[in-house]
């Protein structure tokens, strides 16, 4: 038992961490008696010093529980709001696999009611794969987005086939044409008219067609569905709601020739607070917002309330992967701003490589010694010999226990279950982290750090 000091001071070293709070998607981290990082599910509880000293770093650590429960608690939100505010249409959602496509992180997602958006031949040949061995229920429908190729476009009429539900979105004329001869439904991705505030700021969208084409092409064979993505990580709810608004005028207008279209897909975006400086909108009033929005302006339009799609993957899996590093050295660089670096075992261009190409923030905590009032502010160096392979939280610093207090010291990236492994590369041809799976309390090696073998043959040696 600890007494009620000890208890206290636990909470204040908590709270400066930023553990143990919902809105930061750090409900289930806490400290241990000794300092440990710890991350329970349900009662079981791992404490991630233990097993990285185990297993070595560098090592990813995935939790699939915490994608059954966002996927879950995600379909249960959308489906009670579209109750109490009796909105007409029907929920679905879809993971995109392109956010993450190793196995541990979509079969969490399917065995919670997640249908699939697929971006590219070979991640519906993944899909084919599931089939075949009866993974799937044949219920689940899975939307193509993405130029389709010869052998995309054959993976298709195959699946159909094989009595999935596949709907292809149509992307540009050339695919329109293309999918005039098709026998199933389809989908059409419009580049709506709309600017929102998110880290990808982007100026062109090259996706889709533009709103006054879509109106001018009229009557589309078996046009059942409306798609759009806007962005990734929207910062403010507005910037959701805002293009739901203009999408359903277009989709009132498309309606007029097309009766059979009955369904709205929205696409990605939904943040995840990576910093966890400042709050961040909670995903139940987003999703409030989101079908209030789409039923007064329906209403308001006069026209049938669409089924709902979204494709949220970031906000699904970005929180249930951690990735951690040995602390190597520490070195001080004569040099403006934080002048302490740590050296870690790993790369952040390789493995989080985000960093690197967008300047994604992480928050970045000791796996030890979390107990210690004694802070250095540092900047994270990589291994390779790259000067771009850093981590300065934005020219900020990192505070982080000093290296003198402890034997060793591990830190942990969290969040980091969105986009980097696809990403990820070998820069110096260094290892890729090893892969833990912490489910059910224990821990499997999904895969293991690289060996200097197998990154040599990457390269034909
Ligand atoms: C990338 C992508 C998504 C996922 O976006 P998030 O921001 O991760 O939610 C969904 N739909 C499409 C079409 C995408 O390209």
């Excluded at 709050?279 to 026209?303: E, N």
């Amino acid at each position: 038992m600890l007494t009620k000091t000890a208890k206290k001071k636990r909470n204040g070293f908590r709270k400066f961490w930023r553990l143990g709070m919902d809105g930061f998607n750090t409900q289930n981290f806490d400290i241990g008696v000794d300092g440990e990082l710890i991350v329970r599910e349900g009662n079981y509880q791992y404490n991630i010093f233990d097993i990285v000293k185990k297993y070595g770093t560098s090592t990813e650590i995935v939790f699939p529980t915490v994608i059954e429960n966002r996927v879950r608690d995600l379909i249960d939100t959308f489906n009670a709001y579209i109750k109490v505010l009796g909105y007409k249409g029907r929920f679905f959602y879809h993971y995109a696999m392109k956010v993450n496509q190793n196995k541990e992180f979509v079969l969490p997602a399917v065995a919670e009611g997640a249908n699939l958006d697929v971006a590219s031949a070979n991640e519906l040949f993944l899909v084919k794969r599931m089939v075949e061995q009866d993974k799937f229920n044949n219920r689940i429908r899975v939307i193509c987005n993405g130029p389709k190729t010869p052998k995309y476009m054959d993976l298709i009429e195959e699946l159909k086939r094989k009595g999935l539900i596949v709907i292809p979105v149509i992307e540009d004329f050339v695919e329109l044409e293309r999918f005039k001869k098709f026998k199933g439904n389809v989908g059409i991705r419009v580049d709506l008219d709309v600017k929102v505030d998110s880290h990808w700021d982007k100026k062109f969208n090259r996706f889709g067609f533009s709103e006054s084409e879509l109106v001018k092409i009229g009557k589309i064979r078996n046009l059942s569905l409306l798609h759009y993505h806007i962005s990734s990580q929207i910062e403010k709810i507005d910037g959701l709601v805002r293009p739901l608004q203009r999408a359903l005028e277009l989709y009132a207008k498309l309606r007029e020739q097309n009766p059979e279209l009955d369904t709205l897909d929205i696409g990605g975006g939904a943040g995840v607070p990576y910093a966890k400086k400042k709050p961040f909108y909670t995903v139940k009033s987003l999703t409030r917002c989101l079908v209030q929005a789409a039923k007064f302006t329906c209403d308001r339009l006069q026209v049938k309330h669409p089924n709902l799609i979204v494709e949220w993957g970031r906000y699904v899996v970005a929180p249930a992967q951690i990735t951690i590093y040995k602390v190597l050295a520490e070195k001080s660089v004569e040099n403006k701003g934080c002048n302490t670096w740590y050296v870690i075992d790993g790369s952040l261009m390789n493995d989080l490589i985000d960093t690197w190409a967008i300047h994604q923030k992480w928050h970045v905590i000791p796996v030890n010694c979390m107990k210690t009032r004694k802070l250095q502010k540092v900047w994270l160096a990589g291994s390779s010999c790259d000067s771009d392979d850093k981590y300065t939280a934005g020219g900020g610093y990192i505070p982080l226990p000093r290296l003198e207090d402890t034997d060793e010291l591990y830190i942990a990236f969290l969040d980091t279950g969105a986009y980097q492994d696809s990403l990820a590369s070998h820069h110096c041809l260094l290892s890729s982290p090893a892969k833990l799976i912490a489910q059910n309390g224990e821990i499997k090696v999904a895969r293991r750090r690289e060996l200097p073998e197998e990154v040599g043959k990457l390269f034909g040696w």
